[in-house]
């Protein structure tokens, strides 16, 4: 079973502070992807990274960045957090073939205060 | 205005009573369509996925049809069980960038004893 793996399932931070959430999969995806979900919201992309030191903007890009220095690797930075970015956050790795699903981590509920 | 509306959003059942989920969708042209069940504190995972060609899948007591004339997919959930409760995704792909994902905000479904 394809696993995806986020290091934290809660954190709070406070305003201004770099934020730094992590994401590992285990099937040696081309793809990984990072969604923030909010209610009501379907799920929106904020960066997704097909090779490794490759990334393309999502959606909403303002206000994160990526990292991916190793394959199995994708992380999302908020250079400055704010109480905006208070969300739920998914990663994903997957699609690299056509009609192939995504596989998403169990997610990191974000709390900027 | 999304491109993929699901409806209702939210739907409260009783135990062994059936059900269906609708999505409509502008994505066009599309390449797939996924329908996901994201339990509570959990990442989506992939229930079906249909191609433009295909007008039905099933996966145990869960069976998506698709229409791409109208641009409406559904999913049935037949014999519903407490499990069943959860979140359901439809997730529209372009045709031209598997990448590309549009997610509609989802169902909460509710199974109830």
């Known amino acids: 079973d394809v696993k995806v793996t986020q290091s934290s399932r809660y954190l709070v931070k406070r305003t201004g502070e770099k934020v730094f959430l992590e994401c590992v999969q285990d099937?040696?995806?081309?793809?990984m992807f990072w969604y923030r979900q909010d209610p009501g919201l379907g799920l929106r992309l904020i960066y997704f990274?097909?090779?490794?030191?490759?990334?393309e903007k999502g959606d909403i890009p303002e206000g994160y960045s990526v990292s991916r220095e190793k394959k199995e690797r994708f992380s999302l930075i908020l250079e400055s957090a704010s109480t905006n970015q208070t969300s739920m956050y998914l990663c994903?790795?997957?699609?690299?073939?056509?009609?192939?699903?995504?596989?998403f981590g169990n997610g990191t509920r974000l709390t900027v205060t | 205005k999304n491109q993929v509306e699901q409806s209702p959003q939210s739907l409260i059942i009783l135990e062994g009573k059936n059900c269906t989920l609708q999505?409509?969708?502008?994505?066009?042209?599309?390449?797939?369509l996924r329908w996901y069940k994201q339990d509570t504190g959990r990442g989506p995972v992939s229930l079906t996925i249909?191609?433009?060609?295909?007008n039905t899948k099933s996966n145990g007591r869960y069976t998506a049809t698709l229409d791409a004339d109208t641009k409406q997919s559904s999913l049935h959930i037949t014999a519903s069980q407490l499990s069943d409760s959860a979140s359901y995704i439809c997730?529209?792909?372009?045709?031209?960038?598997?990448?590309?994902?549009?997610f509609g905000a989802g169902t909460r479904l509710t199974v109830k004893p």
């Open positions: 999505c409509n969708y502008t994505v066009s042209p599309f390449s797939n």
């Open positions: 990274s097909y090779d490794v030191k490759m990334k």
């Open positions: 099937m040696d995806h081309e793809n």
């Open positions: 994903a790795s997957g699609g690299d073939e056509l009609n192939s699903p995504l596989h």
């Open positions: 997730v529209v792909s372009g045709l031209y960038n598997n990448n590309d994902m549009r």
């Open positions: 249909m191609t433009f060609s295909e």
